[in-house]
């Protein structure tokens, strides 16, 4: 079982999204306003300034923008990783996201900028939020 | 988007030449001081007074920076039998240094002080490092680092590399022409008696060694050590009291960043950095280019971040830094000498201050290498570049400092001879 940081409640504008990852869903926002994709989550709209951001569900696909490969870490919740990637991805609804690509055999090899890749939550300890993690297509 | 010409984004350019450094200071750059940073902080503001020769009455002002890891001023201030009339000690890192040297002469400027003091204070290896101290607690996160955190982006590397890897990607940059940063700076290093590492290393060295952060390897990351470093800033018709021949400012830029500073790699390219805003104020307001620079001080955190932001500032073609920097042009000797102290990857690591004193000395023809001193302690220099021999640029009439703090935020500073 993963044991990667959780987030800490109240967290008004970030809820919706972690709530959403226990189903499996990851979520973004979208203003009312002026119809910009807005993530990560918050009040008000960068583009236009408008508060009526509302919630959509994106398909989970997007494309490997750019990445890195941390090979050690000590901290709790990456010491058992080993070498982990850190990965910029663009989901295909249009934002950019901070995450990590998993499942491939030998991170500081096997990921390439470019790459498809889908959402996956990586569950963690009993109880907690998932982690929305990435997985290469094909 | 070019100010308007009494826009206030190019206001500095209207205290150009009004204000010099007119003296530097450091301690030792050392792994394991064994003195507190109240105690180093002292020392190298000591030293800068000695340097300009300011009477303890003539400096009222002090500034100082840090990620909350040092001694604030007026504990500096009362080691030292000074009496301020102003004092600010801000967070912050890496550009903290030039932005720090823009607000001093506003302090002054504004009839708050007359000279001011800014230091920087660390026990960069022994107490905080800025690589990571180990383990830490699994603590909950809140707010922006819920986008971070989980993921594993922690450190200066950590954050940075994703640009690195991006640039190589966009423009075919290679990990042989970022080597070429250290080996270089190393040679500048090897003629430096107070850098931590005076040992010349090779391209192979630096891509033997272990990898840390793809792609960062280790000797692409800079050398964490403990030291204070300090420099007085005063108005110019001043200068003439003390004891040099003191730089005068041409312009600064502190702290600007890309667009959305909150998350800038969601925002435009990730291998353009903070520099290709910067370049729109500093040029303007310094009223010089990338052509009239006789040396630089590109801030060394990592071998990528001296790269990205020279070919950001114009230095050359945006694509091409990696040929900038492999080509020599850099070296002592070269035609825009980088960090001729050995900067962060081989003197120390100050968040930027050496790189400034660095340049004062430089542009004062006065560079602390090998070379003999003459009957009144002027150096003589031999221009000798090879191994322990001279690293004083001939003819060094215009510097830049670069600063960096992350890919989206940096600061600048130009000066000239005085
Ligand atoms: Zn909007």
């Known amino acids: 079982m993963a ?43 960068p583009a236009c300034g408008a508060d009526e951001l509302e919630w959509l569900v994106s398909k989970g696909e997007g494309t490997v923008y750019t990445f890195s490969v941390v090979r050690q870490n000590r901290m709790p919740g990456f010491i058992d990783l080993g070498a982990y990637s850190v990965a910029y991805v663009d989901l295909d609804e249009g934002f950019r996201m901070m995450s990590g690509v998993i499942g491939v055999e030998n991170p500081t090899t096997d990921i390439a900028i470019g790459q498809r890749v889908r959402v996956e939550f990586e569950e963690q300890e009993e109880g907690e939020y998932p982690i929305p993690l990435f997985r290469p297509i094909g | 988007m070019t100010p308007a010409a009494d826009a206030d984004a190019t206001a500095p350019r209207y205290l150009r030449d009004r204000y010099a450094i007119v003296g530097v200071g450091e301690t030792t750059y050392t792994r394991g001081s064994n003195l507190s940073t109240r105690a180093l902080g002292t020392w190298a503001v000591k030293n800068a007074m000695e340097d300009a020769g300011i009477p303890a009455a003539e400096l009222d002002g002090m500034m100082s920076y840090s990620n909350n890891d040092s001694t604030p001023s007026p504990m500096i201030a009362g080691d030292l039998g000074l009496r301020l009339n102003f004092y600010m000690d801000v967070y912050g890192g890496g550009s903290s240094s030039e932005a720090l040297v823009g607000l001093a002469m506003g302090a002054i400027e504004a009839g708050m002080c007359n000279a001011v003091a800014i230091f920087r204070s660390m026990n960069g290896y022994s107490q905080v490092r800025i690589g990571g101290t180990g383990a830490r607690a699994r603590a909950p996160v809140a707010g922006d680092a819920l986008h971070t955190t989980p993921y594993g982006w922690f450190s200066a590397g950590q954050n940075f590399s994703p640009s690195f890897m991006r640039h190589m990607y966009d423009y075919g940059t290679t990990p042989e022409q970022l080597a070429m940063v250290k080996v270089i700076h190393s040679e500048h290093a090897s003629n430096n008696p107070k850098a931590y590492y005076r040992q010349r290393v090779t391209v192979d060295d630096v891509l033997n060694s272990r990898m840390i952060v793809k792609p960062l390897r280790l000797l692409d990351c800079c050398v964490e050590t403990d030291n204070a470093t300090a420099l007085i800033v005063t108005r110019a018709e001043r200068a003439g009291d003390y004891r040099h021949r003191s730089p005068r400012v041409l312009g600064v830029a502190g702290r600007v960043c890309k667009p959305r500073s909150d998350m800038h790699f969601q925002h435009g390219p990730i291998s353009t950095v903070a520099g290709r805003y910067i370049r729109d104020i500093i040029w303007p307001n310094a009223g010089v280019g990338p052509e009239d ?58 968040h930027g201050m050496n790189m400034i004193i660095e340049n004062v000395r430089q542009l004062r023809g006065e560079v602390d290498d090998s070379c003999p001193l003459d009957g009144r302690g002027h150096r003589l220099h031999t221009y000798d570049y090879s191994e322990g021999g001279c690293r004083q640029v001939r003819d060094a009439n215009v510097s830049m400092n670069l600063g960096w703090a992350m890919p989206g935020t940096g600061s600048s500073l130009v000066m000239r001879r005085g």
């Open chain 1, 3 to 45: 044991k990667r940081p959780q987030p800490r409640f109240p967290e008004p504008h970030t809820e919706p999204f972690w709530e959403g990852a226990k189903q499996g869903e990851l979520r973004y926002q979208r203003c009312a306003a002026c119809e910009g994709v807005v993530f990560y989550p918050r009040q008000h709209c």
């Open chain 2, 293 to 350: 620079i006789d040396l630089t001080g590109a801030y060394d955190a990592f071998t990528f971040t001296t790269m990205l932001q020279l070919e950001d500032y114009g230095f050359c073609a945006k694509g091409e830094g990696g040929d900038y920097v492999s080509s020599g042009v850099m070296r002592l000797g070269g035609e825009r000498p980088n960090n001729t102290s050995g900067g962060h990857l081989c003197e120390g690591y100050t």
